[in-house]
T-cell receptor, first 112, second 116 residues
Framework: QKEVEQNSGPLSVPEGAIASLNCTYS??????FFWYRQYSGKSPELIMS????GDKEDGRFTAQLNKASQYVSLLIRDSQPSDSATYLC????????????FGDGTTLTVKP | DTGVSQDPRHKITKRGQNVTFRCDPI?????LYWYRQTLGQGPEFLTY????????KSRLLSDRFSAERPKGSFSTLEIQRTEQGDSAMYLC??????????????FGQGTRLTVV
């Protein structure tokens, strides 16, 4: 079992719809959670971080964390074709842990 | 540009040659990370530094790989006797960390290595 699991997709949504991306993790002591967006051939770009249970909103993006269920999600509202990318979930074991452990990403396609 | 900078962006080398990559982190960041990513996979942790100290190294990392951050600023990653399996994108990231306060890591553009 991988430490961080994501549905590989591809996930396809029409323009203007809500895209929902999910991530589960195995280390119950994990404290820090991140979502990165990665366009093909480019490096990951941080879009959200979340540290506490509940929702965190930033523009069209909402991250949701449920530590009891070891689950973190990313919602993208009003999806745009420019949101088409691979979304990587990353998890850190505790606040000062060195490494982030990444899932293999979910590929999202937003169709005009 | 004040982001993380990596050099070179692309490197093609023959099997058995040595290669060295450089990373310049965001200036006030004290942590620097190296990751490796292959197609269809998420970034895989290699090693990280806090200032000049190398604090963790992946158990998966061959002894052909070595990294340094001599003055706590830029870092180099060297791969000796390259193999075709080393072909990947090598990513550098940096963050600022104080005791009990960690910020997110920001990635550079990556160095794409092709071993032929």
């Amino acid at each position: 079992q991988k430490e961080v699991e994501q549905n590989s997709g591809p996930l396809s949504v029409p323009e203007g719809a809500i895209a929902s991306l999910n991530c589960t993790y195995s280390d119950r002591g994990s404290q820090s959670f991140f979502w990165y967006r990665q366009y093909s051939g480019k490096s990951p770009e941080l879009i959200m971080s979340i540290y506490s249970n509940g929702d965190k909103e930033d523009g069209r993006f909402t991250a949701q964390l449920n530590k009891a269920s070891q689950y973190v999600s990313l919602l993208i509202r009003d999806s745009q074709p420019s949101d088409s990318a691979t979304y990587l979930c990353a998890v850190k074991g505790w606040t000062n842990a060195g490494k982030s452990t990444f899932g293999d990403g979910t590929t999202l396609t937003v169709k005009p | 540009d004040t982001g993380v900078s990596q050099d070179p962006r692309h490197k093609i080398t023959k099997r058995g040659q040595n290669v060295t990559f450089r990373c310049d982190p965001i200036s006030e960041h004290n942590r620097l990370y190296w990751y490796r990513q292959t197609l269809g996979q998420g970034p895989e942790f290699l090693t990280y530094f806090q200032n000049e100290a190398q604090l963790e190294k992946s158990r998966l990392l061959s002894d052909r790989f070595s990294a340094e951050r001599p003055k706590g600023s830029f870092s180099t990653l060297e791969i000796q006797r390259t193999e075709q399996g080393d072909s990947a994108m090598y990513l550098c990231a940096s963050s600022f960390t104080r005791v009990m306060d960690d910020t997110e890591a920001f990635f550079g553009q990556g160095t794409r290595l092709t071993v032929v």
